[in-house]
């Protein structure tokens, strides 16, 4: 396994307490908010046999709750295409504790195989996991007060889910296609299960993640792929939603007030 300098012993496993959620899907961490109605969209390109590929993934922050665990989760559904064809469709998990950490909380993926004429072929939900199922526990997606050389478990799934992050640099300054940012939080994630997968995320306040590093060597430099965040749209909320929209967020100035 390689980490970035200074990094020593296994990550934090943190302890998982229902008790401590209180309104988990009222997701407002600054690194990592979730607003129903959101849509990222996220691209990035690569040479494979000397031809480009475009990756390209669309994640939505549904209107929809599942319960995970004893704890009512967002429901987030990340669609990733490449070259246009659909390669990937996972719903993702994610709840906030009363401290403002965000758990993930698992996912359901499918990944879809195609032959040489791009007829489906086949499908997998290798990777999908739930916490509290079979052993699965919850991790850290991002926490609430994050520091240099904080290092955890975003998951952890004996031999199916391991992935891990330490927490870099916390004021980095990037540009991006969108625009420059500031501030930026910057992660390192791998896994006990692919020693080789390597990458940075790079996440701006109030916004959340616009760059990511992938597929770093040994020196943890020369990204083989760079997505970054090419838009944000917000889908309009039936009549009613904007008022409970409203109130989830009076809710939340006044939960951060007492904190």
């Given amino acids: 396994m390689i980490y970035p300098p200074g990094v020593s012993g296994p990550p934090l496993l943190p302890d998982f307490d229902p008790p401590a959620f209180v309104l988990p899907t009222l997701i407002d961490n600054p690194y990592f908010p979730l607003m129903p109605g959101t849509v990222y969209t996220y691209s990035g390109q690569f040479d494979e046999d000397g031809e480009t590929v475009t990756e390209t993934s669309r994640v939505f922050v549904t209107p929809d709750t599942r319960n ?12 990733e295409f490449v070259n246009g ?8 998990w994610y709840a906030q504790d009363v401290v403002g950490n965000v758990w993930y909380m698992g996912e359901f993926t ?19 996991w739930e916490a509290g199922v079979d052993g699965a526990m919850p991790g850290y997606i991002m926490l609430a007060n994050p520091q240099v050389g904080d290092h955890y478990y975003q998951e952890f799934f004996p031999g199916e889910a391991e992935d891990e992050a330490v927490v870099v640099a916390l004021n980095q300054s990037i540009s991006t296609g969108l625009g420059d940012f500031t501030n930026v939080l910057q992660t390192y994630e ?29 020196d943890l430099m020369d990204p083989g792929l760079t997505v970054e965040l090419t838009s944000v749209e917000v889908i309009p909320a039936p009549a009613a939603l904007p008022l409970l929209i409203v109130g989830l967020g009076a809710l939340s100035y006044v939960r951060r007030r007492v904190r």
């Fill in 68 to 79: 995970i665990a004893g704890v009512e989760s967002r429901v987030v559904r990340d669609t």
């Fill in 85 to 92: 064809i659909l390669a990937e469709d996972t719903f993702d």
């Fill in 110 to 128: 499918t990944s879809f195989e195609y032959d040489d004429e791009g007829n489906l072929i086949g499908t997998s939900n290798e990777g999908s």
């Fill in 190 to 218: 791998t896994t006990a299960l692919e020693p080789d997968a390597r990458e940075f995320k790079y996440y701006a306040p109030g916004i959340g993640l616009v760059l990511i590093e992938e597929d770093l060597d040994e």
